[in-house]
Protein backbone atom coordinates (compact mmCIF):
# COMPACT_ATOMS: atom_id res chain seq x y z
CA UNK A 1 0.00 0.00 0.00
CA UNK A 2 0.76 3.66 -0.79
CA UNK A 3 1.89 5.15 2.41
CA UNK A 4 1.61 8.95 2.94
CA UNK A 5 3.04 10.74 -0.06
CA UNK A 6 4.76 14.47 0.24
CA UNK A 7 5.87 16.93 -2.34
CA UNK A 8 8.29 18.29 -3.16
CA UNK A 9 10.70 16.62 -1.04
CA UNK A 10 12.86 19.66 -0.86
CA UNK A 11 12.59 23.69 -1.21
CA UNK A 12 14.15 26.23 -1.56
CA UNK A 13 13.24 29.93 -1.90
CA UNK A 14 13.80 33.48 -1.20
CA UNK A 15 12.19 34.92 1.05
CA UNK A 16 8.66 36.87 0.59
CA UNK A 17 7.82 34.45 -1.62
CA UNK A 18 4.72 32.06 -1.46
CA UNK A 19 5.57 28.39 -0.71
CA UNK A 20 2.85 25.51 -0.84
CA UNK A 21 3.61 22.63 0.19
CA UNK A 22 1.38 19.30 -0.58
CA UNK A 23 0.10 15.79 1.14
CA UNK A 24 -1.53 13.18 -0.15
CA UNK A 25 -2.87 11.04 2.64
CA UNK A 26 -3.40 6.84 2.67
CA UNK A 27 -6.87 5.82 1.58
CA UNK A 28 -9.51 5.33 3.80
CA UNK A 29 -7.48 7.40 6.55
CA UNK A 30 -10.08 10.54 7.65
CA UNK A 31 -7.56 12.23 10.14
CA UNK A 32 -5.05 14.63 8.80
CA UNK A 33 -2.13 16.16 10.30
CA UNK A 34 0.60 18.70 9.81
CA UNK A 35 3.85 18.85 11.53
CA UNK A 36 6.74 21.12 11.45
CA UNK A 37 10.27 20.38 13.16
CA UNK A 38 13.07 21.98 13.55
CA UNK A 39 16.01 21.55 16.09
CA UNK A 40 15.33 23.88 18.65
CA UNK A 41 11.74 23.04 19.21
CA UNK A 42 11.33 19.59 18.07
CA UNK A 43 8.02 18.35 16.35
CA UNK A 44 5.01 20.46 16.48
CA UNK A 45 1.34 19.99 15.14
CA UNK A 46 0.56 22.74 13.32
CA UNK A 47 -3.49 21.85 11.89
CA UNK A 48 -5.34 18.69 11.98
CA UNK A 49 -8.33 17.67 9.76
CA UNK A 50 -11.64 15.36 10.42
CA UNK A 51 -13.29 14.25 7.49
CA UNK A 52 -11.69 17.56 5.22
CA UNK A 53 -12.92 19.80 8.12
CA UNK A 54 -10.11 21.72 10.30
CA UNK A 55 -10.67 20.88 13.59
CA UNK A 56 -7.65 22.58 15.23
CA UNK A 57 -5.59 25.58 14.11
CA UNK A 58 -4.09 26.49 17.76
CA UNK A 59 -0.40 25.34 16.43
CA UNK A 60 -0.21 27.35 13.60
CA UNK A 61 1.91 29.92 14.19
CA UNK A 62 0.09 32.85 12.41
CA UNK A 63 -1.21 33.77 9.74
CA UNK A 64 1.07 33.65 7.53
CA UNK A 65 0.48 29.82 7.39
CA UNK A 66 -2.74 28.72 5.78
CA UNK A 67 -4.08 24.94 5.43
CA UNK A 68 -6.79 23.29 3.03
CA UNK A 69 -8.32 19.97 2.32
CA UNK A 70 -10.31 20.31 -0.67
CA UNK A 71 -11.26 16.24 -0.64
CA UNK A 72 -10.14 13.19 1.17
CA UNK A 73 -6.89 12.79 -1.06
CA UNK A 74 -5.47 16.15 -0.95
CA UNK A 75 -4.23 19.12 1.70
CA UNK A 76 -2.04 21.87 0.93
CA UNK A 77 0.19 24.02 3.51
CA UNK A 78 0.91 27.33 1.92
CA UNK A 79 3.05 30.43 3.89
CA UNK A 80 2.83 33.30 2.13
CA UNK A 81 4.94 35.66 2.35
CA UNK A 82 7.75 33.09 3.76
CA UNK A 83 10.09 33.94 6.15
CA UNK A 84 13.91 32.74 6.90
CA UNK A 85 12.57 30.98 10.22
CA UNK A 86 10.01 29.28 8.99
CA UNK A 87 13.07 26.91 7.73
CA UNK A 88 12.18 23.56 8.78
CA UNK A 89 11.01 19.47 7.89
CA UNK A 90 7.43 20.21 7.26
CA UNK A 91 5.83 16.76 7.79
CA UNK A 92 2.15 15.03 6.66
CA UNK A 93 0.33 12.04 8.85
CA UNK A 94 -2.72 10.55 8.60
CA UNK A 95 -4.63 8.48 10.95
CA UNK A 96 -8.45 6.44 11.02
CA UNK A 97 -10.68 7.98 13.40
CA UNK A 98 -10.14 8.38 17.23
CA UNK A 99 -11.32 5.80 19.47
CA UNK A 100 -9.87 3.04 17.50
CA UNK A 101 -6.20 3.82 18.80
CA UNK A 102 -4.95 3.75 15.44
CA UNK A 103 -1.61 4.93 14.78
CA UNK A 104 -1.13 7.92 12.29
CA UNK A 105 1.22 7.31 9.29
CA UNK A 106 4.09 9.92 8.39
CA UNK A 107 5.15 11.18 4.94
CA UNK A 108 8.88 11.59 4.46
CA UNK A 109 8.42 15.29 4.90
CA UNK A 110 9.48 18.27 2.93
CA UNK A 111 12.54 20.09 3.93
CA UNK A 112 12.38 23.74 3.26
CA UNK A 113 14.62 26.40 3.11
CA UNK A 114 13.97 30.14 3.09
CA UNK A 115 17.10 32.20 2.02
CA UNK B 1 3.33 19.89 26.71
CA UNK B 2 3.99 16.25 26.67
CA UNK B 3 2.64 13.77 29.44
CA UNK B 4 5.78 11.33 29.28
CA UNK B 5 9.16 11.55 30.55
CA UNK B 6 11.98 10.01 28.91
CA UNK B 7 15.69 9.79 29.43
CA UNK B 8 17.22 11.92 26.64
CA UNK B 9 19.73 9.36 25.35
CA UNK B 10 20.81 5.48 26.01
CA UNK B 11 23.35 3.26 24.71
CA UNK B 12 22.92 -0.43 23.80
CA UNK B 13 25.04 -2.58 22.47
CA UNK B 14 24.25 -4.34 18.87
CA UNK B 15 23.11 -7.81 19.45
CA UNK B 16 21.31 -6.84 22.74
CA UNK B 17 17.53 -5.94 23.58
CA UNK B 18 17.48 -2.13 23.95
CA UNK B 19 14.62 -1.53 26.81
CA UNK B 20 13.31 2.26 26.64
CA UNK B 21 11.57 3.70 29.51
CA UNK B 22 8.79 6.00 30.11
CA UNK B 23 6.83 7.79 33.40
CA UNK B 24 3.56 8.55 32.28
CA UNK B 25 2.13 8.88 35.45
CA UNK B 26 -0.53 11.34 35.06
CA UNK B 27 -2.21 8.96 32.48
CA UNK B 28 -6.16 8.73 32.44
CA UNK B 29 -8.20 4.95 32.44
CA UNK B 30 -8.99 5.87 28.87
CA UNK B 31 -5.55 6.85 27.47
CA UNK B 32 -3.20 4.56 25.04
CA UNK B 33 0.72 4.62 25.40
CA UNK B 34 2.17 4.75 21.50
CA UNK B 35 6.05 4.29 20.90
CA UNK B 36 6.92 5.87 17.73
CA UNK B 37 10.31 6.63 16.29
CA UNK B 38 12.56 8.57 14.41
CA UNK B 39 15.17 7.43 12.11
CA UNK B 40 17.32 10.02 10.48
CA UNK B 41 15.91 12.12 7.54
CA UNK B 42 12.44 10.21 7.78
CA UNK B 43 9.04 10.80 9.13
CA UNK B 44 8.07 9.66 13.00
CA UNK B 45 6.92 5.84 12.47
CA UNK B 46 4.71 3.97 14.31
CA UNK B 47 6.40 1.03 16.34
CA UNK B 48 3.13 -0.24 19.28
CA UNK B 49 0.85 0.89 21.02
CA UNK B 50 -0.88 -0.65 24.33
CA UNK B 51 -3.47 -0.27 26.83
CA UNK B 52 -3.33 -1.65 29.77
CA UNK B 53 -1.63 -5.11 29.07
CA UNK B 54 1.81 -5.99 27.72
CA UNK B 55 1.33 -6.13 23.44
CA UNK B 56 4.14 -7.92 21.25
CA UNK B 57 4.79 -7.29 17.28
CA UNK B 58 7.25 -8.24 14.29
CA UNK B 59 9.17 -4.46 15.97
CA UNK B 60 8.81 -4.44 19.38
CA UNK B 61 7.29 -5.41 22.94
CA UNK B 62 5.56 -3.06 25.28
CA UNK B 63 5.82 -3.46 28.89
CA UNK B 64 3.02 -1.62 30.87
CA UNK B 65 3.22 -1.30 34.71
CA UNK B 66 -0.49 -2.63 36.30
CA UNK B 67 -0.23 0.68 37.79
CA UNK B 68 -0.05 1.93 34.18
CA UNK B 69 2.33 4.73 35.14
CA UNK B 70 5.11 3.92 33.17
CA UNK B 71 6.18 1.60 30.30
CA UNK B 72 9.23 0.32 28.97
CA UNK B 73 9.80 -0.54 24.96
CA UNK B 74 11.79 -3.39 24.01
CA UNK B 75 13.79 -4.15 21.06
CA UNK B 76 14.85 -7.49 21.69
CA UNK B 77 18.23 -7.80 18.99
CA UNK B 78 18.96 -4.03 18.34
CA UNK B 79 20.71 -3.52 14.91
CA UNK B 80 22.50 -0.33 13.48
CA UNK B 81 19.36 0.39 11.83
CA UNK B 82 17.51 0.95 15.24
CA UNK B 83 19.48 4.19 15.69
CA UNK B 84 16.93 7.10 16.05
CA UNK B 85 14.94 9.04 18.98
CA UNK B 86 12.34 7.34 20.33
CA UNK B 87 8.90 8.80 21.19
CA UNK B 88 6.28 7.99 24.16
CA UNK B 89 3.05 9.41 23.85
CA UNK B 90 0.12 9.21 25.24
CA UNK B 91 -3.02 9.92 23.45
CA UNK B 92 -4.30 13.43 24.10
CA UNK B 93 -7.70 12.76 26.68
CA UNK B 94 -10.91 13.76 25.07
CA UNK B 95 -12.41 12.77 21.65
CA UNK B 96 -9.52 14.22 19.68
CA UNK B 97 -6.60 12.48 18.04
CA UNK B 98 -3.53 14.83 18.52
CA UNK B 99 -0.62 13.45 19.33
CA UNK B 100 1.45 15.95 21.21
CA UNK B 101 5.60 14.60 20.76
CA UNK B 102 8.19 15.29 23.33
CA UNK B 103 11.64 15.16 23.18
CA UNK B 104 12.12 11.79 22.98
CA UNK B 105 15.52 9.31 23.78
CA UNK B 106 17.83 9.23 21.12
CA UNK B 107 19.47 5.47 21.38
CA UNK B 108 22.61 4.51 19.85
CA UNK B 109 22.96 1.32 19.00
CA UNK B 110 27.07 0.67 19.42
CA UNK B 111 28.71 -1.85 17.11
Known amino acids: DAGVIQSPRHEVTEMGQEVTLRCKPI?????LFWYRQTMMRGLELLIY????????DSGMPEDRFSAKMPNASFSTLKIQPSEPRDSAVYFCASGHATGTAQPQHFGDGTRLSIL | DAKTTQPPSMDCAEGRAANLPCNHSTISGNEYVYWYRQIHSQGPQYIIH???NNETNEMASLIITEDRKSSTLILPHATLRDTAVYYC????????????FGKGTRLHILP
Open chain 2, 89 to 100: IVRVEGRDDKII
Open chain 2, 50 to 52: GLK
Open chain 1, 27 to 31: SGHDY
Open chain 1, 49 to 56: FNNNVPID
